[in-house]
């Protein structure tokens, strides 16, 4: 299967209300013009430098979402390339963010990272603490919450991924029934290659594809 007839299978299938962010770590600027050219409206990149290098031949016919664990010192540049980012997970890399944005006056629409599985090598807020820091940040004035995002666990069955989707749409409901000032509470993102299908059984809004779409 060609990256064309993949996308055209992925989009044929995802119902109308779920965005496809084609996940595109370790892809050249070919691979993912062609997912590009076949439909994808939305690239995440995991990396900073990586999204720098293909940027600048792609730019503006895709919107750019960062779904990579983001450093600090990073994130003066992650600002001026991408459209939303999708993995906060701390006040301090929101306040770096607010404060970034505010240099260039742009608004970043951000989700949090909830770390669903809970387990400890993971990224991501826990669940118990996804409420008081989106609290927290619903004050910057540069930063848009406006959802949340989760990995589920490390696992070879993608069922095994169902519980965590289904309480993070569960936390998801009940922090956008809490009608904060500044926060949106519009996209869920969860669910990968393995796990699409499954994530949006539970409510996803965002899937974020990588080896389905490229290999
Ligand atoms: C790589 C990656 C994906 C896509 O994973 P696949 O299994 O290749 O579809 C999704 N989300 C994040 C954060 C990733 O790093």
Redesign the pocket.
């Known amino acids: 299967m060609t990256i064309k007839q993949n996308v055209s299978k992925i989009l044929a299938e995802l119902p109308p209300v779920v965005q496809l962010v084609a ?1 595109a ?1 370790g892809r050249s600027v070919e691979e993912i013009m062609a997912a590009v050219e076949a439909g994808v409206k939305i690239i ?1 990149q ?1 990396y900073v430098q990586e999204a720098e290098s293909v940027y600048p031949l792609i730019g503006e016919k895709a919107v750019w979402h960062f ?2 664990h983001l450093q600090k010192n990073k994130v003066r540049k992650a600002v001026a390339l991408f459209d939303m980012i999708e993995t906060v997970d701390s006040i301090e890399i929101a306040e770096e963010i607010d404060k970034r944005c505010r240099q260039i006056n742009k608004v970043m629409p951000v989700l949090v990272e909830v770390n669903s599985s809970r387990e400890a090598q993971k990224t991501g807020v826990s669940p118990e603490s996804a409420e008081e820091l989106i609290a927290v940040m619903s004050v910057l004035e540069n930063i848009e919450v406006m959802g949340l995002m989760t ?1 589920g666990p490390l696992t070879d069955n993608p069922e095994d991924s169902r519980p965590y989707f289904a309480e993070t749409k569960r936390l998801f409901e009940r922090i956008k029934n809490l009608s904060l000032p500044n926060v949106e509470m519009k996209y869920l993102s969860m669910g ?3 796990s699409y299908q499954i994530a949006i059984e539970e409510g996803a809004s965002i899937v ?5 779409i490229f290999c």
């Open positions: 996940a770590k995440g995991n779904i990579g990995m990968m290659s393995a974020r594809i990588g080896t389905k």
